[in-house]
C-alpha cells in the first residue's frame, strides 16, 4: 500500500517515467527501502487498471513512457494526505513471532536468543545513529534540502523503533527471569477414547509438569 500511495503522490507533483519516480521514492526515503525497476512497473500497471494513472499514447525518443494521474488518482492522494494511517491491523513481526514460538517450544534457549538478538539491534542503532550525525554534518556544510530532511525523518523513525526493540528485549528477558522461577506446565490434546457407541469422544486435555525452559535463570 505505501508503494502504491508513494509513487501516486510523486505523479501528483508532475508526470514522470516509471525509472524516474524509482529515483524519486528512494531519494526522498534515503533509499531505506529501495524498489526495483519491475516492481515499480508492475505498480504502475495496477494503478493503470484501477484508473488511478494513464500513460502516454506514445513512448518518447528514448523509449520511455511517461505516466500521468487521473483525476481518479489525485483524488486518492488527497484522501491518502488527510486519513490517518490505519493501526488497528497487526503487522507480522518476525521477531515477535520467533520469541513466542521459542517460549513455547522445547529446548530452545530462549535467553540466548534474546541476547543475540539485543547484540545485532544495538548494533544496529549504533549504524542508525552514526548515520544521522553525518546528515546532520552535510546539513551544516551545505545547507539542508527537502530530500535531507526527508531523510533525517526516516532516521528518526527507525532509531526510535530500534531503541523501543531494545527496551522490549529487556522486559523480555525480565518476564523469562521472573518465570523461571513458578512451576511450569503444558498441556496437551489427546484422545478421550471410544464413545459409548463406539464412535471418537472429543479430544480432552491433559496438563503435566514441565522442567524450566531451557536456559533460563534459575
Do not use: C
Not at 530500534?162 to 523480555?172: C, G, I, K, T
Amino acid at each position: 500500500m505505501s508503494v502504491k500511495l508513494g509513487l501516486l503522490a510523486l505523479l501528483a507533483e508532475e508526470p514522470m517515467y516509471g525509472a524516474q519516480l524509482r529515483s524519486e521514492f528512494e531519494a526522498r526515503t534515503g533509499g531505506t527501502w529501495p524498489l526495483n525497476v519491475g516492481q515499480v512497473y508492475t505498480t504502475l500497471a495496477r494503478l493503470e487498471r484501477d484508473g488511478l494513472v494513464e500513460q502516454d499514447a506514445q513512448a518518447d525518443e528514448e523509449g520511455r513512457i511517461l505516466y500521468h494521474l487521473t483525476v481518479l488518482g489525485r483524488g486518492e492522494v488527497q484522501q491518502w494526505w488527510q486519513t490517518p494511517v490505519r493501526r488497528d491491523e497487526t503487522p507480522r513481526d518476525e521477531l515477535v513471532i520467533k520469541l513466542a514460538i521459542a517460549v513455547t517450544t522445547p529446548g530452545v534457549d530462549v535467553p540466548r536468543v534474546v541476547q543475540t538478538q539485543r547484540t545485532a539491534t544495538v548494533a544496529h542503532l549504533r549504524d542508525l545513529t552514526r548515520l544521522k550525525v553525518q546528515a546532520a554534518d552535510r546539513e551544516q556544510a551545505a545547507g539542508a534540502t527537502e530530500n535531507d530532511l526527508a531523510w533525517v525523518l526516516v532516521l528518526e523513525n527507525l532509531i526510535f523503533a530500534a531503541e523501543s526493540e531494545v527496551r522490549w528485549l529487556d522486559h523480555v528477558e525480565a518476564r523469562l527471569a521472573s518465570e523461571a522461577r513458578k512451576p511450569r506446565t503444558r498441556t496437551y490434546a489427546r484422545p478421550a477414547g471410544p464413545g459409548p457407541s463406539g464412535g471418537a469422544r472429543p479430544y480432552s486435555r491433559t496438563t503435566v509438569d514441565t522442567a524450566p525452559m531451557q536456559g533460563a535463570p534459575q
